[in-house]
């Protein structure tokens, strides 16, 4: 969690990196229910979570991406 | 080299959640990336480890002769379905940190009866030549990357002009979690 990104600033680094095309092919929302039930998540991290992030954050943490980006064409150095 | 981006220490956390996960409690999730028919594809013993944020090989519409990455490939679910989709005339080859991760992935391939080469490197620095590939597929790595740009611009790197990055991650709606959750351990591999 603490590495995620912002949808924004996911697809702002796949332009950086050279990606063009940039599309999301699905977008899944999940809240604190959602991530207590993942086996990566354990269950001190959600109680913390519970506790700590606005209302407005309980139902709905982000969303689950699947970008799919097109590599465009690699710099060349000039000399 | 001082490691200003504690990558030693975000990599351990990874290391320590993925050696150590509950498959039990795996059966409770919400959110299942896989449809029962690409799970069937699957040996048990991948799927039972099939912990992906997404199904980026349903999305990257893979054809025969292909050859593909998949960074972070972990125990080798979306190994073993690139494999299958770029048949025997394709290359599919596996990046993954942990080692046990990718003994699991190698067995898995084999179970599949399909050919993938398993590599240990980090997705950052990856032992691949530039422009070698076709679609690269990744599925929850970039947001447990401590140098996502860099991981990013390898991608680029070993992917041809005009290939495909197909990636699956969790996101955020709002730029920064509650510092007491940022600062949580479990918090850089969940």
Not at chain 2, 20 to 28: F, I, V, Y
Not at chain 2, 53 to 70: N, S
Not at chain 2, 75 to 100: N, R, S
Request: charged fraction near 25%; include cysteine.
């Amino acid at each position: 969690m603490s590495g995620a990104l912002t949808e924004r600033a996911f697809v702002e680094n796949l332009v950086r990196a050279g990606f063009t095309a940039v599309q999301v092919r699905e977008r899944v929302p999940y809240g604190l229910d959602d991530l207590a039930a993942e086996p990566t998540i354990p269950g001190d991290l959600v109680s913390l979570m519970r506790r700590v992030l606005p209302p407005r954050l309980q139902t709905r943490v982000g969303a689950r991406l699947v970008l799919e980006a097109v590599a465009g064409p690699e710099p060349r150095v000039s000399s | 080299m001082t490691d200003l981006l504690y990558k030693a220490e975000v990599q351990a956390m990874v290391r320590a959640v993925y050696g150590d996960l509950d498959r039990e409690r795996s059966r409770t999730r919400t959110v299942r990336p896989y449809d029962d028919a690409r799970l069937a594809r699957l040996p048990d013993q991948t799927a039972r480890w099939a912990y992906g944020t997404g199904d980026p090989g349903r999305h990257a519409a893979l054809q025969p002769g292909q050859t593909v990455l998949d960074l972070g490939c972990g125990a080798g679910p979306d190994l073993v379905l690139a494999a299958q989709d770029v048949g025997a005339g394709g290359t599919v080859v596996g990046v993954d940190l942990l080692p046990e991760m990718c003994a699991r992935a190698r067995a898995g391939a084999t179970a599949a009866g399909v050919d993938a080469a398993v590599v240990v490197a980090e997705a950052e620095a990856l032992p691949l030549r530039d422009a070698s590939v076709d679609v690269v597929l990744s599925n929850g790595v970039v947001s447990l990357s401590a140098r996502k740009a860099r991981l990013l611009r390898e991608a680029r790197r070993v992917l041809r002009d005009g290939g495909r990055v197909v990636l699956a991650d969790m996101t955020l709606d709002e730029d920064d979690l509650p510092t007491e959750v940022l600062l949580h351990p479990s918090a850089w591999a969940g």
